[in-house]
């Protein structure tokens, strides 16, 4: 029944898309798909398969990630704590395990990332590595989630994070190889869909209910904005890193480098 | 030939399933720890969650397998026929319509726009009743479906061109800075959100495929430094145009 109403609900997703790609497909290049049925059955099962994705996660995990997001922030709650101005952002630390750990988990598991990351393996000619695409933007993000978290706790504007990291971004940009940032400011938009939202925005609107003096329609936003900004980092810098390794053990460019280069 | 499809089909369907089992172990492995080591709670429901798992592992490795045998030719060969036909306008067309057709139906992107218009509402920017909310919250989703569309429409033009997308997105993060000082308050948070909820898990395939596709049919684009970017400008658009229209309304 949960299977059928999750079908219903991605099926809806896929009708516009559908619509879109057969009107022009008709009217405007008036040609026949190659092989049209191969197609048809990659349809169904991507939407198949994202529907048991999601009974399955609606079944198994999102219950406990969202009780567990909100006995953690009431665990730290216990201690009477007055005023607003007693919060202590060092009591939290719990929490900010929790998020980087979740962050990182759910992003692993993220199927749009999986789309991009395999794309990007089968472009770079194996440069890039599908799977360590998906470790790197899974650091990225778990180190934006924890630090949105250490956010809401302590109350400061989201404007100065992201701008900051917006700052971090192009520095990052300037100093890395053409041929990864395409790839990496791709990997922002990606890692927050399916699987990372609804744990994610649990997490920061259990934080900011919680909280003494913290609003959660102020404060509970802004940790999806962290955990599409962090990622851009972590893969340029992985990036550079990797490459000034190279450098200073006074190596030619690895194999893999000179492949991301002739791409 | 029925026999040897499903043959061929079966063999690799088991390797997915072997990597999705990888690939949801770290969620596994966090929630028990804290579940049984930090929060001390007995682990409810235990065959509840066994069977969801199952589903979960299965759900993904059929979707890989769709988006192989589906998604992806389906988006490079669109990209290569838009190519050969020559049509700038009808290229961009079905750029527009792709970006704003899969983004107004978004469920991530409705529930976004409701908690706004609650948030506009408690702040007095408009009528605090139903009728006053929907409207504010359908023409936040409009904007933002329009601004994807405008989004896919830039990037796929900017593959044509070959212009290198870093400068586009600086500005972008320029303007979105600029229009953060003059924003009221309240829209900021969600307008950050919203960049990061418009592109849906049928969508990025999609388009990826189309950028990736254009740049390899397009001479002397590569489709490294190319054919990458068009999700980077879905998720900057939908930032500056609900900011912008939080400054409007």
């Known amino acids: ?22 009107i022009f497909q008709v009217a405007v290049l008036r040609r026949r798909l190659p092989n049209p049925r191969r197609v048809a059955v990659g349809f169904v099962l991507v939407l ?6 999601l009974v399955g996660l609606e079944q198994a995990l999102f219950p406990i990630g969202e009780t567990m997001a909100r006995q953690l922030t009431d665990s730290v709650m216990t201690g009477d704590i007055g005023a607003a101005s007693d919060v202590d952002w060092r009591d939290y630390w719990l929490v900010y395990a929790f998020a980087a750990a979740i962050g990182f988990a759910t992003t692993v598991a993220e199927p749009s990332l999986i789309a991009v990351s395999l794309k990007a393996e089968e472009v770079s000619g194996g440069a890039v590595r599908a799977w360590g695409l998906r470790l790197v933007v899974a650091i990225g993000v778990s180190v934006g989630v924890s630090l949105g978290c250490f956010r809401i706790v302590t109350g400061t504007p989201l404007p100065w994070y992201i701008i900051a990291a917006y700052v971090v971004v192009i520095v990052l940009t300037f100093r890395s190889s053409r041929a990864i940032v395409p790839l990496a400011y791709d990997s922002g938009g990606v890692t927050t869909s399916t699987v990372t939202v609804p744990v994610v925005a ?20 802004g940790l999806i904005a962290f955990a599409s900004v962090f990622p851009i980092m972590s893969v340029l810098a992985y990036a550079i890193t990797s490459s000034w390794w190279s450098k200073r053990r006074g190596q030619q460019p690895s194999d893999s480098e000179r492949k991301l280069d002739d791409t | 030939m029925w026999a040897r499809e499903s043959a061929r089909f079966l063999f690799p369907m088991a390797r997915r399933m072997a990597d999705s089992l990888r690939d949801l172990t770290p969620i596994i492995l966090v929630i028990a720890f804290f579940q049984i080591v930090v929060l001390r709670q007995p682990f409810p429901d235990l065959a ?7 589903c979960v592992m299965v759900g993904l490795g059929l979707f890989i397998q769709g988006l192989e045998s589906g998604l992806f030719p389906l988006g490079e060969d669109l990209a290569w026929a838009f190519a050969s036909k020559g049509s700038l306008v009808a290229l961009l067309a079905f750029s527009f319509c792709l970006g704003f057709g899969t983004t107004v139906a978004e469920p991530a992107l409705i529930a976004i726009a409701d908690e706004a218009s609650d948030v506009a509402a408690e702040a007095g920017a408009i009528l605090d009743n139903d009728s006053a909310r929907g409207s504010y919250a359908l023409e936040l989703r409009l904007v933002v479906a329009f601004s994807v569309g405008i989004a896919i429409v830039l990037g796929v033009f900017r593959i044509i061109k070959g212009w290198p ?3 586009l997105i ?6 979105v800075t600029v229009m953060t000082v003059f924003a009221p308050d309240e829209i900021i948070g969600i307008a950050y959100d919203s960049g990061g909820v418009t592109t849906s898990t049928i969508t990025v395939p999609l388009v ?8 390899r049919s ?9 054919g990458f970017g068009l999700i980077a400008f879905a998720s900057l658009t939908p930032m500056i145009c609900v900011l912008g229209y939080g400054m409007v309304t």
């Open chain 1, 1 to 22: 029944m949960e299977l059928l109403n999750t079908l219903g609900t991605t099926f809806r997703d896929v009708i516009p898309i559908a619509a879109v790609l057969i």
């Open chain 1, 48 to 53: 198949l398969g994202l529907a048991l994705f």
């Open chain 1, 202 to 221: 649990a997490l920061g609107l259990g934080l900011a209910a919680t909280i003494p003096g913290r609003s959660p329609l102020i404060d509970g936003f």
């Open chain 2, 48 to 54: 509840n969650v066994a069977v969801g798992l199952v």
């Open chain 2, 165 to 167: 997308v870093h400068w």
């Open chain 2, 170 to 175: 600086i500005g972008g993060y320029v303007l």
């Open chain 2, 208 to 215: 990826t495929a189309l950028g990736v596709g254009l740049a």
């Open chain 2, 218 to 226: 397009i001479r002397g684009r590569n489709p490294m430094v190319d």
